[in-house]
């Protein structure tokens, strides 16, 4: 247990101190989906969703979530945000609703959290306005596909 960073030596869960890390620019990027039927999309196109305005809705809430992903996440640290960005597409292929956000902070860690919940919280919130409409509605692939900043340096997925 002593390779995991947020236990300490007696197994007790704890936040990681990260005082004696340099402030750096850090940013992340999170993607998910909603699948949904072609029958919703239509109505969100439409403009007959039920609920309103269902994109914008659901943007606003990723960003409000961002924001208190340390009041969600256990031993998550609270951060000062510089940047928000949620943004949610239609996908008629898929169909449904591809979902992506990016977040960044100068700081001394990483906002590889705030932008998982974002778009989580704006899958959910797009699920909960249109679950009226379409009961088959699927959330997958939330997941990081990019990250800079820190000690670890930059990565992202292919």
């Given amino acids: 247990m002593s390779g995991l960073s947020h236990l300490d030596a007696g197994g007790r869960a704890r936040m990681v101190d990260v005082s004696a890390k340099d402030s750096t620019v850090r940013t992340a990027r999170a993607e998910g989906r909603l699948r949904c039927a072609g029958a919703t999309l ?33 031993l998550c640290h609270p951060l000062g945000l510089t ?11 898929m169909p449904g609703f591809a979902i992506g956000a990016e977040v960044r902070t100068v700081g001394q860690t990483g906002v590889e ?4 919940t974002a778009v989580s919280v704006a899958c959910l919130t797009l ?13 997958e692939g939330v997941r990081v596909v990019e990250k800079s900043g820190g000690r670890s340096g930059s990565w992202a997925t292919a």
């Fill in 127 to 139: 699920f909960d306005m249109l679950k009226a409409v379409d009961r088959t509605m699927v959330i």
């Fill in 83 to 93: 940047k928000i960005e949620v943004a949610i597409e239609i996908d008629q292929a």
């Fill in 113 to 116: 959290m705030e932008a998982l």
């Fill in 42 to 74: 239509d109505a969100v196109n439409e403009g007959r969703a039920p609920k309103g305005a269902v994109v914008q809705t659901a943007e606003l809430a990723g960003v409000m979530a961002a924001k208190r992903t340390a009041e969600l996440i256990p």
